[in-house]
């Protein structure tokens, strides 16, 4: 299916030309959806009127829906509820910095990955979601909250890495100077540790940043609450991101969370030293998010510092993350499992 969210100026050309439809209109038609927040033909009057008719039939621009919207007392993050065609619904937040405003976007409807601590994968994998889904969660906050975009991360719903060419498709699409023109250091593709599409990734010559739920500091513990650490192991995790690092100089970031009594006690922190010392990287440190009922809880401030001191003392870049929007669910398929319980 065409799908106008999905493509770039070249292909728009081709897909114009081949209607009998003048080339230069694909600039146009491009300026009014990329920095006009123009979503339909028949507002598009520079085009002219049967143009507008051929396109409106032929090139469809379904827009989704806004199932639900939930903005922070600070107003500093806006989570939107967006329901696609076919009725599924992603989450997509919008986070407002200092620096300007990044978006967290799902990469598909559900997930298959099933970490234990993650409300995404609650009811199973749906489907993965579509360049032009993906472009849609960037539009619908221009269209229902602000303009500006500033970077793009790849860390809600969904495992990016296992809907790899869609991903990749997206990320090469917005950096098109006629669609978001974002840099790919303005990019961040966050995954479970999918060893063999994070090789593959590490060849496509794109400064992307990677980060890498880690989690634990041995297969075990990982193996406990992610079940993708049965297939890979965390010295093929690190290989690869070595890998990655030398491939495109980018530092990789290790996300992980901190769960009560689990994986943050000095034990672990002395073995995620070991693990990780001597490699240029970052761990961001985030207390779980534990108001979805897993039983998993988030340790108390002093165990956090003791943590994360630890680390710090014994020379591992480490930053505890500055948390937005836990106060209006905005961490990880929340709002999604809510509204699919009242229904
Ligand atoms: N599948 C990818 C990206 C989506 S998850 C991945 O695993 O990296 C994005 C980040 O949110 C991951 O680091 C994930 O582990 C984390 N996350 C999931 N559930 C969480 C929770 N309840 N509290 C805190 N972080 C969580």
């Known amino acids: 299916m065409n799908d106008i ?21 694909a600039d146009q038609i491009l300026h009014y959806i990329y920095k006009q927040n123009v979503f339909s033909w028949h507002e598009m009057t520079l085009l002219p009127q049967g143009d507008r008719e051929t396109l409106a039939g032929e090139l469809p621009i ?27 619904t992603v989450e997509t937040v919008l986070m407002k910095h200092a620096y300007g405003n990044s978006v967290c976007l799902s990469s598909q409807v559900g997930c298959a990955v ?33 303009a500006g975009l500033h970077s793009v991360v790849l860390m809600g719903t969904g495992e990016p890495l296992l809907n790899y060419d869609n991903v990749l498709s997206f990320l090469r699409l917005i950096h098109e100077k006629d ?27 794109l400064p992307l940043n990677l980060a890498v739920s880690l989690h634990a500091p041995n297969d075990n513990l990982r ?11 965390l010295k093929n995790i690190l290989t690869a991101c070595d890998r990655y690092f ?3 100089g980018r530092k990789v970031t290790f996300e992980y969370i901190l769960i009560k009594d689990l994986n943050c006690t000095l034990a672990c922190a002395d ?8 490699r240029n990287i970052l761990v961001n440190a985030i207390p779980v998010n534990d108001n979805y009922d897993v039983g998993l809880c988030r340790p108390s401030q002093k165990e956090i510092r003791r943590f994360t001191g630890y680390l710090k003392e014994h ?18 398929g929340q709002l999604r499992i809510k509204r699919m319980q009242k229904q």
């Open 5 to 25: 969210f999905a493509m770039n100026r070249a292909d728009l050309q081709a897909f114009l030309v081949e209607r009998g439809i003048k080339k230069f209109r």
């Open 62 to 88: 379904c827009f989704p829906v806004l199932a639900d919207i939930q903005k922070a007392p600070d107003d500093n993050t806006v989570k939107l509820l967006l329901e696609f065609y076919d009725g599924q």
């Open 114 to 146: 099933n970490c234990a601590f993650c409300a995404s994968a609650k009811n199973g994998f749906i489907r993965n979601l579509t360049v032009g889904e993906m472009v849609l969660q960037l539009l619908a906050f221009r269209k229902y909250v602000t």
């Open 179 to 205: 669609t978001f023109y974002l840099g790919y250091r303005n990019m961040t593709l966050s995954t479970s540790g999918i060893v063999p599409a994070m090789e593959r990734l590490a060849t496509e010559g």
């Open 223 to 233: 193996r406990s609450i992610m079940p993708v650490a049965d297939t890979y192991t």
């Open 246 to 248: 030398d491939r495109t």
């Open 271 to 278: 073995e995620l030293r070991h693990l990780l010392g001597g």
């Open 315 to 332: 020379g591992i870049n480490i930053t505890l993350r500055r948390e937005m929007g836990g106060n209006i669910q905005a961490a990880c």
